[in-house]
């Protein structure tokens, strides 16, 4: 289904048409139950927090201001109460020191793994995305499938940007090391 | 390659938005719809007029004080008027109790030091809470 702008549902809401608000709820569901169910890693509650993100987001719909997007506002709501529910931060801030960004080529990045076929390119990824650690893959899941900045991440996760973009950075090189060695021990 | 170039890297990017995202069940929009409560449209209340005056007295005010000061000053173009016949002497004679007084006041090192003080503050408080009330969002 093709949606509109948020802004287009957030005014219908705001003028009284409630029933708006299903196509926002339809529209950002998956990302935000994926980010629920990335900190709790229970299905259940990440179902409960994301619907209590959503009630809480259109209770407070006439504060929002649109100093930011509404999708990086709600999944800053679903972050934090996901959080609070685990009543621990996922995500610890990496020391610069500890992380030195290589000077690697993209090509010696992604050895063979953009040469096979795309059916064992995604099982490829499935494997690596499985060996990383939730708080890890909710960063891939906010920067790729929600095509948030390094800050709207930022501001989602608490997390200073020079540090989003570092471990952003480590996630990339760990996919493709996990990619790498899985396609090396099918070929061999 | 810089950083930023590393972090978009299209190859990584269209992988992983093939992929599938987890979703909720099929019931879940329903139940956050059953959850709330329609919002009460917004009310647009017209404002009185003598209040919507109001907030632009300290601009009006403002505005007036410095066409007087331009108008009395020697700057060619606005010195037409003459500060002394229309404004000062008049001043004098409505103020001449209160300038008395003052000259009193100042003869004093420290009451002069401690109004200078005190008027130079009173005016930064002044433009200070007029502008941040006016420009806080």
């Known amino acids: 289904m093709k949606y509109q702008d948020d802004n287009f549902y957030i005014e219908k809401v705001l003028h009284g048409d409630s029933s708006?608000?299903?196509?926002?709820?339809?529209?950002?569901?998956?990302l935000v139950f994926s980010i629920a169910l990335k900190v709790l890693n229970n299905r259940e509650d990440a179902e409960e927090i994301a619907q209590d993100a959503f009630v809480k987001a259109y209770q407070s719909l006439?504060?929002?201001e649109k100093k930011s997007k509404f999708s990086t506002w709600l999944y800053r709501i679903v972050y934090n109460a996901a959080v609070s529910r685990t009543r621990k931060r996922i995500l610890e801030t990496i020391p610069m020191d500890n992380y030195?960004?290589?000077?690697y080529s993209e090509e010696s990045l992604r050895p063979g793994v953009d040469e096979v076929d795309e059916n064992e390119q995604q099982a490829l990824l499935k494997y690596a995305l499985q060996n990383l650690p939730n708080e890890d893959n909710l960063l891939i899941t906010l920067f790729y499938h929600g095509n948030n900045s390094i800050d709207d991440i930022s501001s989602i996760t608490g997390l200073s940007p020079s540090n989003v973009k570092v471990r952003l950075h480590r996630i990339r090189k760990k996919l493709y090391d996990d990619m790498s060695t899985m396609m090396s021990e099918r070929l061999n | 390659m810089d950083t930023d170039n590393l972090l978009h890297d299209d190859f990584l990017a269209s992988l992983i938005r093939k992929a599938p995202l987890e979703s909720p069940s099929d019931e879940f929009v329903g139940k956050v719809m059953?959850?709330?409560?329609?919002?009460?449209?917004?009310?647009?209340e017209k404002q009185?007029?003598?209040?919507?005056?109001?907030?632009?007295?300290?601009y009006f005010g403002l505005g007036a004080l410095i066409v007087l000061i331009l108008y009395s000053s020697d700057i060619p173009y606005f010195n037409f008027l003459s500060a002394r016949d229309h404004f000062s002497d008049m001043f004098?004679?409505?103020f001449r109790p209160f300038i008395a007084s003052?000259?009193?006041?100042?003869?004093?090192?420290l009451i002069s030091y401690s109004l200078l003080i005190g008027v130079s503050a009173g005016f930064l408080f002044l433009i200070d809470s007029l502008f941040s009330?006016?420009?806080?969002?």
């Open chain 1, 100 to 103: 030195v960004i290589h000077n």
């Open chain 1, 20 to 30: 708006a608000y299903a196509a926002l709820v339809a529209k950002h569901k998956n």
């Open chain 2, 48 to 58: 009185p007029y003598f209040l919507w005056l109001k907030s632009y007295v300290p």
């Open chain 2, 34 to 44: 059953e959850s709330i409560e329609p919002l009460a449209p917004p009310l647009y």
């Open chain 2, 92 to 94: 004098i004679h409505v």
């Open chain 1, 62 to 64: 006439k504060s929002f």
């Open chain 2, 133 to 137: 009330r006016r420009f806080s969002s």
């Open chain 2, 102 to 109: 003052l000259k009193t006041l100042v003869s004093s090192r």
